[in-house]
């Protein structure tokens, strides 16, 4: 099967998938839970390419997750907030944090004064 043709699938974890299922989108969604709103700001705090971006912010308004609010006329500029859809999110997220924080944890080198963990 196609990614494309996910949206049409019978099971709900392939569509939901088909909306959030790249590695940028869940950190786009990620990063406005945590008040980060403007195109400038997520391509800066990801950074990730501009064209890239506007994809991925095109189709979480298309799919309802986020709405576009102009905050700015000229030249125009959207605030990119959350719906009550992609509020809904949060549990998905916080779910994948406990699990990365588990079985993903990152060992610091250890530092004058530091010690590694066993």
């Known amino acids: 099967m196609k990614w494309d043709q996910l949206s049409d699938d019978w099971c709900p974890v392939a569509r939901a998938t088909s909306i959030v299922g790249d590695r940028w989108t869940l950190l786009i969604v990620r990063d406005c839970f945590l008040g980060v709103s403007k195109f400038d700001d997520l391509q800066k705090?990801?950074?990730i390419?501009?064209?890239v971006l506007a994809q991925r912010l095109k189709k979480l308004v298309?799919?309802?997750v986020l709405e576009k609010?102009?905050?700015q006329t000229r030249p125009v500029r959207y605030d990119y907030v959350l719906t009550e859809?992609?509020?809904q999110l949060g549990p998905v997220l916080e779910a994948l944090r406990v699990w990365g924080r588990e079985y993903l944890s990152i060992r610091r080198q250890a530092g004058i004064g530091d010690t590694?963990?066993?």
């Open 85 to 87: 859809r992609g509020r």
């Open 49 to 51: 390419t501009r064209h």
């Open 45 to 47: 705090n990801l950074g």
């Open 116 to 118: 590694i963990p066993e």
């Open 62 to 64: 298309a799919a309802g």
């Open 69 to 71: 609010k102009e905050y």
